[in-house]
């Protein structure tokens, strides 16, 4: 089945800094990506939606400086959390789309506890 | 806006009971819809798909109804077990996956 990954599993870091978060699609070009994040105890919240080679389409009240999303390849997004903040901190996951499909394939999530 | 809530937030049950999850949605104009299990702290495990074409998906104790023009969808899971515990989401699907809060599952010994 298709496979995505992401990088990395749990990311620390300090307030202020930058954090990227990659997102490959292993087996499959992925023509669409997506970014959700997920808050202790609450569901997943679409973030985003990008195409590739396209500038994302962010979800009203995600700050597109904030959270800059790149879908240079087929096969790779990345997103990068900038100046973060403790409330940035957060589970966020990705999942990806080829063509047309009827369905999305999901990551396995990536924790980032911003201090 | 695709808008999903599902009911009960949170289920308690003893172990080897029949329950149903339910799962409502206000655009009835999807491809399918997805249930998955999460487990804490970890991604989305997929357990069912149904077709906006289909009524249900069996998948061993799991059984997944959907009835697109009134926007619903249950889950039925026969003969709980303790492994059962998760949280399960619904996820109608058109052009993008929006969730519902889930139901938070524990299945007692």
């Known amino acids: 089945g298709a496979v995505v990954s992401q990088h990395p599993s749990w990311v620390i870091c300090k307030s202020g800094t930058s954090v990227k978060i990659e997102c490959r699609s292993l087996d499959f070009q992925a023509t669409t990506m997506f970014w959700y994040r997920q808050f202790p105890k609450q569901s997943l919240m679409l973030m985003a939606t990008?195409?590739?080679?396209?500038?994302?389409?962010?979800e009203q009240g995600v700050e597109k400086d904030k959270f800059l999303i790149n879908h240079a390849s087929l096969t790779l997004s990345t997103l990068t959390v900038t100046s973060a903040h403790p409330e940035d901190s957060s589970f966020y996951i990705c999942s990806a789309r080829w063509g047309q499909a009827d369905t999305q394939y999901f990551g396995p999530g990536t924790r980032l506890t911003v201090l | 806006k695709q808008e999903v809530t599902q009911i009960p937030a949170a289920l308690s049950v003893p172990e080897g009971e029949n329950l149903v999850l339910n799962c409502s949605f206000t655009?009835?104009?999807?491809?399918?819809l997805q249930w998955f299990r999460q487990d804490p702290g970890k991604g989305l495990t997929s357990l069912l798909l149904i077709q906006s074409s289909q009524r249900e998906q069996t998948s061993g104790r799991l059984n997944a109804s959907l009835d697109k023009s009134s926007g619903r969808s249950t889950l039925y899971i026969a003969a709980s077990q303790p492994g059962d515990s998760a949280t399960y989401l619904c996820a109608p699907y058109n052009n993008d996956m929006r969730f519902g809060a889930g139901t938070r599952l524990t299945v007692k010994p």
């Open positions: 655009d009835s104009a999807i491809y399918n």
């Open positions: 990008s195409n590739e080679g396209s500038k994302a389409t962010y």
